[in-house]
Nanobody, 125 residues
C-alpha cells in the first residue's frame, strides 16, 4: 500500500487542522493504521491508532480530547482532526499502516510496515 499524507501547515495556537492520509494499493480495509509525529532530535511518538474497521481507536494522553483519529474505508483515507493546537504540537506528522487479521489497533511504531512521507505542522503566532 502507498500512503500520501497532506493537510499540514502553519496555524496559530488554539487553531485546528485536519490531516488526511490517502491510501492506494491493496484493500484499505485490511489495514490497521496510525498517526505519528516527530520533532528533530526526538523519538517518533504516536498520536492516534485505528483498527482496520475504524471502530476501535486510541489516542495518547498528550493529545486526548484535542485530536481525533478516524478511518474511512469507503474513501481509502485516514484522518487526524487536530483542535486546540499548541506550539508543542509542532512536528512532522506521518501516517502508517500494517495488515491486520483482527480488529485491533497498534500503538507501537515498530508494528507498522508502511509509512507515508510526512506533512509538517507548525503551531505558532
Amino acid at each position: 500500500v502507498q500512503l500520501q499524507a497532506c493537510g499540514g501547515g502553519l496555524v496559530q495556537p488554539g487553531g485546528s487542522l485536519r490531516l488526511s492520509c490517502a491510501a492506494s494499493g491493496r484493500s484499505f480495509s485490511d489495514y490497521a493504521m496510525g498517526w505519528f509525529r516527530q520533532v528533530p532530535g526526538k523519538v517518533r511518538e504516536i498520536v492516534g491508532a485505528s483498527s482496520r474497521s475504524g471502530m476501535r481507536t486510541v489516542t495518547p494522553n498528550s493529545v486526548k480530547g484535542r485530536f481525533t483519529i478516524s478511518k474511512d474505508n469507503a474513501r481509502n483515507t485516514l484522518y487526524l482532526q487536530m483542535n486546540s493546537l499548541r506550539p508543542e504540537d509542532t512536528a512532522v506528522y506521518y501516517c502508517a499502516a500494517v495488515e491486520s487479521n483482527s480488529d485491533d489497533y497498534y500503538p507501537i511504531e515498530q508494528s507498522y510496515k508502511y509509512w507515508g512521507q510526512g506533512t509538517q505542522v507548525t503551531v505558532s503566532s
